[in-house]
């Protein structure tokens, strides 16, 4: 005789446990999904939630325990049985094909035929719909390649939402979101929650929980340590996650600053970015807030010469570098931790080990040969210094967790010695302790003389470690604020002004990240 169950309970998980060679994983997780409720799910990286919500849509097969969806126990051996007990799963990682269209996308596997056929007008009109549910303004037609980082989670949104889901997993779905899209995904996840559905959501930003959440399940190594109201004070929450209480969330040191080591005049490219103008000094950090679409990705890029541009220049220390000629910039001394760190910052498949060597490989190299003694040392001091949570130097990046990945490809910048680093969204999807090891180490590359420049879309992350912020608007520089004087407002008002002299023929550039947006 089955025990009774809420009626309302869609989801149950009862003493899972999951381990990988050499390391657990999970172990002796609870975690319940009851209708109509938004179940935080709270935890640093590399606590397991990937692992528990990759069992949930059959990526993995649990060693031990027990799943049931409403009340009856299942076996998840894949996407399709996932899809056919009614869940599905937005992940952090984009799960798009580049070279199909935005539709095609949506309803891979899945497309509506009318005589044996592909019916695509049908197709693209049912992924227009679902387009404008989420808010996102993008042809059907569009190939996903063309899309900047935003518009590929709205897509994924679009596609979860198309699957017409009982339980829908959100992993980190608003990290690459503005003020106003997350507004937008927060109306759509309450209009599901009124419709009944049961939504596990993954977030690093503790402000959601209380606006968003219902009830909040913190996993700490591996196992489930509490349940908690989403009203429970952010302390506690910290507290509960990391095992600690973090005094200060964004402890800056400012030290002395020096002269210019990064100089940047009037640097120009038609239809992206016109006339910025800025400098970073020697222990300094300045920030560069904006709007998504303002572009600030697009101006780093074209600095450190991963993209042209037409006019203006660039100077390291006095030295003017040629444009797009990134092995220049690097010889230079600048470095570049992109948005996109899995797909432009590191080679997933390839150890720790030669993640961290990558920049240095070629001066570690003496007539052909790699100097893999030297290399191994180097990377094992980095990796210390740095606290990279890892089995060894040898395993995989792709198995390491978001917040120890990034220190991964700042780690390969630290030994190249160099003189700029330049952060593109340093702490996107990273938890609360992990960000605020990334702030110490920017604090000892300022005191050890380097200039850091950040692009950030965290608000309070700007605010709390910059000296100066420099605020974009319409591929301009709207205004520059000092420490002192930035504020949420003070910044956001300029974040949404007309700086002068804009271009009429400049377009509205809706998608920070993507490379040309022109062709949108």
């Avoid at 009851?34 to 097969?61: D, P």
């Avoid at 150890?351 to 990558?358: I, Q, T």
């Amino acid at each position: 005789m089955k025990p009774d169950r809420n009626p309302d309970e869609l989801l149950r998980i009862e003493g899972i446990r999951k381990t990988f060679p050499g390391v657990v994983a999970l172990d002796s997780v609870d975690f319940d999904l009851r209708r109509g409720e938004v179940h935080v799910l709270l935890g640093e990286n590399g606590a397991g939630k990937s692992t528990l919500i990759k069992m949930l849509s059959g990526a993995y097969t649990p060693d031990a325990g027990r799943i049931t969806v409403g009340g009856d126990e299942v076996r998840v051996h894949g996407a399709q049985d996932a899809e056919k007990l009614g869940i599905a799963t937005i992940y952090q990682e984009f799960n798009l094909v580049p070279d199909l269209t935005v539709a095609e996308n949506i309803f891979l596997g899945r497309q509506p035929r009318r005589f044996g056929i592909i019916d695509r007008k049908k197709m693209e009109r049912d992924a227009e719909a679902l387009l404008a549910r989420v808010g996102v303004h993008v042809s059907p037609r569009a190939r996903v390649r063309e899309l900047g980082i935003a518009r590929l989670q709205m897509v994924e949104i679009a596609k979860a939402l198309s699957l017409d889901a009982r339980v829908l997993i959100m992993d980190e779905p608003t990290a690459v979101l503005t003020s106003e899209e997350v507004e937008k995904l927060f109306a759509i996840v309450r209009q599901l929650r009124e419709d009944g559905v049961g939504i596990v959501f993954i977030t690093h930003h503790l402000e959601e929980i209380a606006a968003l959440g219902d009830r909040v399940t913190v996993i700490r190594d591996g196992r489930s340590v509490g349940q908690v109201p989403a009203s429970t004070p952010e302390d506690e929450l910290v507290r509960l996650m990391v095992g600690r209480s973090i005094e200060q969330q964004y402890p800056r040191e400012r030290p002395d600053t020096g002269g210019a080591l990064l100089k940047v005049e009037g640097l120009t490219r038609d239809g992206v970015f016109h006339d910025v103008s800025f400098e970073v000094r020697a222990g300094e950090v300045v920030g560069i807030a904006g709007l998504v679409g303002a572009g600030r990705t697009e101006v780093v890029r074209a600095v450190f010469g991963a993209d042209p541009y037409d006019g203006g220049s660039v100077e390291v220390a006095g030295s003017r570098l040629p444009r797009h000629d990134v092995n220049a910039a690097m010889a230079a001394g600048v470095g570049l931790v992109p948005e996109d760190r899995k797909g432009q910052g590191l080679v997933l498949d390839q150890s720790v080990e030669e993640n961290l060597g990558l920049v240095t490989l070629r001066s570690a190299s003496r007539g052909g040969f790699v100097d893999r003694k030297g290399q191994h040392t180097a990377a094992e001091r980095i990796a210390g210094r740095l606290g990279v949570r890892m089995a060894g130097l040898g395993q995989h990046v792709r198995t390491l967790s978001g917040g120890n990945q990034q220190k991964v490809v700042i780690g390969k910048w630290l030994l190249a010695d160099i003189r700029v680093l330049i952060l593109d969204e340093p702490t996107r999807g990273i938890d609360v302790g992990a960000k605020v090891e990334i702030y110490q180490l920017i604090n000892q590359l300022t005191a050890a003389g380097h200039a850091v420049l950040m692009i950030s879309s965290d608000l309070p992350e700007v605010l709390g470690m910059s000296d100066r912020v420099l605020v974009m608007a319409q591929g301009r520089i709207a205004g520059e604020l000092a420490a002192e004087d930035a504020t949420q407002d003070s910044v956001m008002a300029l974040a949404v002004s007309t700086p002068t002299a804009v271009s009429p023929t400049t377009p509205d550039l809706e998608e920070e990240g993507s490379r040309d947006p022109r062709k949108h």
